[in-house]
C-alpha cells in the first residue's frame, strides 16, 4: 500500500523559514515523480511544486519560484520541500503526492501557519 | 498557466440520480506525446483528495464504475451515472500537460 507521511509543518512568523518532509512507502519511491500540493483551508488546490524520478528536474509555481526549493533523498525514500521567506499567503496544508502530470496518491498533508 | 474552469460550482443531486460536471481548459490538454493528461479527483469531507480518473476516461483501480471521464481537447466531463450518499464532497479537474499543473476551482456535490 502506497503511504505518504508529511511532516514539519508549524506555526511560523512572516518572513521565517520551514522544512517540511515526506517519508514515501509501499511502493519504489525512484520510480515517480513527486509533487508539493497545497490548499488554504475551505478553499481550492495549488500544485506547489515538482521534482523528477532523480532531482534532475524540478520547478514550482511562480508565487514560490526562488523562495521554495524541492528535493528528495532515493536512498531514504524522502522528499522534502524548503520554504523561506514566508507570507501570510503561504498558509495552507501541504500534501506530499505522488506523480507530477497526473498525482495518484497523497498523504494526509501537513499544516503550515505563517502568521505575526 | 491553463485556467481550468468548472461548473457548475455546487452541484445538488437527489441519490440515484445522474450528475454531471464540467471542465474546460483555456488550451488544448493534447500533449506532444498524444495524450491528454485530464485526471478528476474527489475529496470527501475530511480526507485528502483521491483520483478517480487519469487521463480523461481511465478509472482508478478501486473506483466504481458508475464514475466516467470522457472528452477531448479543452472540454471534458466528469459523470456520476447514480449518486450515493458517499459521494459527497468536493471534485476537482487537474491539467498535467502544461506546466504548472493547475486545477480547476473546484466542485461541491451535495445530496438533496
Known amino acids: 500500500e502506497v503511504q505518504l507521511v508529511e511532516s514539519g509543518g508549524s506555526v511560523v512568523r512572516p518572513g521565517g523559514s520551514l522544512r517540511l518532509s515526506c517519508a514515501a512507502s509501499?511502493?519504489?519511491?525512484?520510480?515517480?515523480?513527486m509533487s508539493w500540493v497545497r490548499q488554504v483551508p475551505g478553499k481550492g488546490l495549488e500544485w506547489v511544486c515538482g521534482?523528477?524520478?532523480?532531482?534532475?528536474?524540478?520547478n514550482c509555481v511562480d508565487s514560490v519560484k526562488g523562495r521554495f526549493t524541492i528535493s528528495r533523498d532515493n536512498a531514504k525514500n524522502s522528499l522534502d520541500l524548503q520554504m523561506s521567506s514566508l507570507r501570510v499567503e503561504d498558509t495552507a496544508l501541504y500534501y506530499c503526492?505522488?506523480?507530477?502530470?497526473?498525482?495518484?496518491?497523497w498523504g494526509q498533508g501537513t499544516p503550515v501557519t505563517v502568521s505575526s | 498557466d491553463v485556467v481550468m474552469t468548472q461548473s457548475p460550482l455546487s452541484l445538488p443531486v437527489t441519490v440515484g440520480q445522474p450528475a454531471s460536471i464540467s471542465c474546460r481548459s483555456n488550451?488544448?490538454?493534447?500533449?506532444?506525446?498524444?495524450?491528454?493528461?485530464l485526471n478528476w479527483f474527489q475529496q470527501r469531507p475530511g480526507q485528502s483528495p483521491r483520483r478517480l480518473i487519469y487521463?480523461?476516461?481511465n478509472r482508478d483501480s478501486g473506483v466504481p464504475d458508475r464514475f466516467s471521464g470522457s472528452g477531448s481537447g479543452t472540454d471534458f466531463t466528469l459523470r456520476i451515472s447514480r449518486v450515493e450518499a458517499e459521494d459527497v464532497g468536493l471534485y476537482y479537474c487537474?491539467?498535467?500537460?502544461?506546466?504548472?499543473?493547475?486545477f480547476g476551482q473546484g466542485t461541491k456535490l451535495e445530496i438533496k
Open positions: 487521463k480523461v476516461s
Open positions: 521534482i523528477n524520478w532523480n532531482g534532475g528536474s524540478r
Open positions: 487537474m491539467q498535467g500537460t502544461h506546466w504548472p499543473p493547475t
Open positions: 488550451q488544448s490538454l493534447v500533449s506532444s506525446d498524444g495524450d491528454s493528461y
Open positions: 509501499g511502493f519504489t519511491f525512484d520510480d515517480h515523480g
Open positions: 503526492a505522488r506523480g507530477l502530470r497526473g498525482v495518484d496518491s
